[in-house]
């Protein structure tokens, strides 16, 4: 965890650095609790030198935390999910794998679960853009 009030002091240390590029400079997982922390740090001086319009303008770094915070939630679950969709298919090519290699030469029985699981994979590599049709061309009559 970083030490808040030392990035804070150095923040306003820099006049050359303003504000939105002060805060990309950190993970954007940290950057709603450092508003915070700049927040609260920015609200004692206002109150301290009685500047209560400073202290409105303090209120749209709330918001700017919120909206860093759900993105970050966002981007976070869509990353989550899309390694799940990826194991679920490495799951069903490697019981593909593991069916083919037990059957050998002999005929393999083509199930609905068979078929479903091959149009998943399907579905998801051309969502990826790494569909190869010829690969699944002898399989095409299944489907």
Excluded: C
């Excluded at 939105?20 to 993970?27: A, C, H, L, T, V």
């Amino acid at each position: 965890m970083m030490n808040y009030q030392e990035e804070i002091q150095r923040f306003l240390e820099d006049e050359n650095l303003d504000f939105e590029e002060w805060i990309s400079e950190y993970p954007i997982t940290e950057a709603p609790a450092l508003i915070s922390e700049y927040k609260s740090y920015m609200q004692k001086i206002a109150i301290e030198n009685d500047d209560f319009d400073a202290l409105r303008d303090l209120q749209e770094l709330d918001d700017l935390a919120e909206r860093i915070q759900d993105f970050t939630i966002d981007t976070l679950a869509a990353k989550e999910e899309k390694r799940i969709e990826s194991e679920l298919i490495q799951q069903k090519i490697n019981r593909w794998i593991e069916m083919i290699s037990k059957n050998g030469s002999e005929e393999i029985i083509v199930s609905d679960e068979f078929l479903d699981d091959i149009r998943q994979v399907i579905a998801y590599l051309k969502k990826q853009g790494i569909y190869d049709e010829a690969v699944f061309k002898p399989l095409q009559h299944l489907l």
